[in-house]
């Protein structure tokens, strides 16, 4: 299944200048064109295959226009990477970070360039979807998460770049912030909902490595689905609590019964709405069986996951809506932000 496309217009690369630098760092790299593809998933960091001969790696790199604080931040997902991936191999293998933006305009990283089937709204043409084969990925989704939750942070590079004391209420008071900076119309339902997320924070909290925008389109499978040989976007990945890691995951765990708009608000219906694929409480059963943790908060983490991918989507509606980007993706994301809110609320409503 072909995971790329010719550049986007308005994101092209200098290709001279970036083929000199190649030439320059990489060792061994073959005195052939280098040919420059994108990669057609993703709403945030901007992600190209490069092709130099025989060779090839990824490149990522910042979104176009201004960004928020501390966000696409390429230097510390390279880091992540280079901490993560001697104990979880679906985490590519980083090869060089750069910060000379004369290179692609930014600071920017290449890394490994895996490959296997990214699945998201549908299946591959030659792969009939069975029951069986959902459930397969939902049990593989599931044993990921639990097995990168039990890596031991202590002995990666990760400590020295992580707070895990009061991650839950930097976060809560965080993305609420990022909300308010963002912000572009009025919702009546945020109100109320940070109101909930900010009095019934859990009070103890657990600590693992997290990866933090864990979904099913950031994966990629081997060619009979048994296995995941890729697991992308780490930028938002720290040390913090699993749980929350957990309800971001949850989050983009659509079911058939869910609202239209959350269900297809960026496009298609995810394919975790086909039978076969396990229930969100069905994924939250495995995940403790799996982790031996206690899942007993659940509900709080899936409301703040919500709530999370509503404030990210609102920081992209925002900078379409200043003309910082001209994607014509992000024009709906307003739509889908008031739909996550509203149901996020509805999910607190339910627990309070």
Known sequence: MDDTIPVRSGEELGVKRLEAFLQEKIVDLPNDPLEVQQFSTGYSNLTYQLKVGEWEAVLRRPPLGPVAP?????????????????????????????????????????????????????????????????????????????????????????????????????????????????????????????????????????????????????????????????????????????????????????????PEMVKSGLGQASLTTLDGFLSRNEFIEAYAVRSGRDVSTIDYYLTFGYFKLAVILQQIYYRYELGQTKDIRFSSLGKMVKSLITHAAHVAAKEA
């Open 70 to 258: 501390k966000a696409h931040d390429m230097k510390r997902e390279y880091h992540i990477l280079s901490s993560i991936h001697p104990y979880f191999q679906a985490a590519p293998e980083p090869i060089l970070f750069s910060d000379d933006v004369s290179v692609v305009g930014s600071p920017f990283f290449l890394m490994e360039r895996k490959h296997g089937i990214v699945i998201d709204s549908k299946f591959p043409k030659d792969i009939v979807p069975t029951v069986e084969k959902c459930r397969q990925l939902s049990t593989i989704m599931v044993d990921q998460l639990a097995d990168l939750h039990s890596i031991p942070y202590e002995k990666t590079g990760l400590a020295q770049i992580s707070k895990p004391d009061g991650f839950m209420e930097r976060q809560v008071h965080g993305w609420i912030s990022r909300y308010e900076r963002a912000k572009t119309d009025e919702i009546k339902e945020v109100g109320p909902l940070v109101a909930y997320l900010q009095k019934n924070m859990p009070r103890y909290s657990q600590t693992s490595i997290i990866h933090y925008d864990f979904k099913i389109n950031n994966a990629m499978f081997n060619q009979n689905l048994s296995e995941m040989v890729g697991l992308f976007d780490w930028e938002m990945s720290t040390v913090g609590d699993p749980l929350a890691d957990l309800g971001v995951a949850l989050s983009y765990w659509t079911e058939s019964g869910d």
